[in-house]
């Protein structure tokens, strides 16, 4: 596999000095976001040109950096269908939503997210250095009026400080990367001061849209504050370039852990052999797969989606096929707020006391024999299972297993099991009335 290569620029940008294309302001300040500014880069199609002339879209912006890796002569180039709209993304689809996530109910003061036990999703600003056509908060983001609010941001560190469950904040947005440099810093100072807060992640699609931001002083800043985790956010392997190779490298030095959160979308990376290079491609830049997409009920988003067969479909041909640190695990985020949902292939087929069948990536079946006598640890003196941090309504299965609780009912279980007094209640419906009881005699 070749090393990456400098990403070639779009013949308009070809006299703009070299200071100017690799500072991050200019890039920002000259984006691309009208038909008129992006033709002259490529030639766009009547669905795209009908998509950018319609009121109410939801906002595009193209760095200069990111639009250069189109190829302008393929409209079904796959970083040109993230960022350049098209009449398809106006239409409908069943069970379209604008909050598929439910976020807003999960959040106890505006932009944040408390969906988990012990850890929050803290919406930073609304801004992102280029609008990905698919986004998941298109609702939110992009509003050019709604940046980062100190308010907001008030009462979001005061539920921290009073919340000592949360011992994760995962910054997102919009791009947290775009905030002003020291709005950023004073942000992570203030989290950092709050003892429980043990670890911060940034999800950032800075180092992709925009690598030039991804400064050596950033950088020394950034590590001010570990533990601090990093997720990018690349789809397709044109999008690894030596700048971002570049930007992953100084964010690595700086000993931020990279990891890869990726979308599935139709015509973009819906084939297991891309799939395969760019989680090796990444591996190669040192970051590690970390999460692959469902893509969202969102609205925008109905000709990206795929069906989860070609999720599965991708994992099979990923999982023992190359370095486990290459794979992604596969998330289905429940509409609703159900939140993310691990889905892979089958790899347990049968299983017998004392025995189970698995298969491995080969199709090679084999058993393998459990032991006839397993003696448990012991909860009872285990300190660690004496201590364990509660998660108040959590526990989920794993409160079933722990003996915590013997079930868990669906919603109305109880009314619909309670058969006593039934007939009462159906009686005032006037719907029914049952046979031969109560009375004696028939009606
Ligand atoms: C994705 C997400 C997180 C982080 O989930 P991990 O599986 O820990 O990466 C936290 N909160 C919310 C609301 C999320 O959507």
């Known amino acids: 596999m070749p090393t990456p290569i400098i990403s070639k620029r779009a013949p308009i940008y070809a006299d703009v000095p070299d200071e100017k294309w690799n500072d991050w302001r200019w890039q920002l300040s000259n984006r691309l976001n009208t038909a008129e500014d992006i033709e002259k880069v490529l030639p766009i199609t009547d669905s795209e040109r009908k998509a950018l002339q319609t009121q109410g879209l939801f906002r595009v912006d193209v ?52 969906r988990y036990p012990d850890r929050v999703l803290m919406l930073v600003t609304t801004q992102c250095a280029s609008y990905c056509r698919y986004c998941t908060r298109s609702r939110i983001v992009g509003d050019p009026g709604q940046t980062f609010n100190r308010q907001d941001f008030e009462m979001q560190i005061d539920y921290l400080k ?66 601090l985790w990093l997720n990018i956010h690349v789809n397709h392997p044109n999008e690894i370039t030596k700048e971002l190779a570049d930007a992953c490298d100084r964010m690595s030095r700086a000993g931020i852990p990279l990891g890869n959160q990726s979308v599935l979308l139709a015509g973009v990376n819906d084939c297991v052999h891309m799939q395969r290079e760019l989680v090796q491609k990444l591996t190669r830049i040192r970051v590690r797969p970390y999460y692959l997409y469902q893509c969202d009920l969102v609205e925008g988003s109905g000709h990206f989606r795929t069906p989860v067969a070609k999720g599965i479909e991708i994992i099979e041909g990923l999982r023992g096929h190359t370095s486990g640190y290459a794979v992604p695990q596969y998330i289905v985020d429940a509409p609703g707020g159900g939140g993310k949902i691990p889905v892979t292939p089958n790899y347990m087929l049968s299983m017998s006391d004392h025995k189970v069948i698995v298969r491995n990536y080969e199709g090679y079946v084999t058993t393998y024999e459990e032991p006839t006598e ?62 031969g009881i109560g009375s004696g005699k028939s009606d």
Request: with cysteine; hydrophobic share 35%.
């Open 162 to 227: 009073r919340t000592p469950q949360v011992r994760d904040v995962l910054l997102s947005g919009g791009d947290p990367l775009v905030l002003a440099p020291k709005i950023l810093e004073e942000l992570l100072t203030r989290l950092r001061e709050i003892p429980h807060i043990e670890i911060v992640r940034i999800g950032s699609r800075v180092p992709v849209f925009m690598p030039m931001r991804i400064t050596q002083e950033l950088c020394d800043m950034l590590a001010k504050f570990h533990p």
């Open 374 to 435: 397993y003696k448990s640890h012991d909860p009872k003196t285990c300190k660690f299972c004496q201590n364990k941090r509660p998660e108040p309504g959590q526990t989920g299965l794993t409160g079933l297993l722990d003996g915590d609780k013997m079930f868990i009912k669906p919603e109305g279980f109880d009314e619909l099991h309670n058969r006593d007094g039934i007939e009462h209640r159906l009686k005032d419906e006037n719907k029914w009335k049952p046979l």
């Open 63 to 114: 760095t200069p950096y990111f639009i250069s890796l189109v190829d302008p002569d393929d409209p079904n180039d796959p970083v040109r269908k993230q960022i350049i709209p098209v009449a398809e993304e106006l239409n409908a689809f069943t069970s379209m939503m604008e909050d598929s996530l439910a976020e807003d109910r999960h959040s106890p003061v505006p932009g944040l997210v408390h």
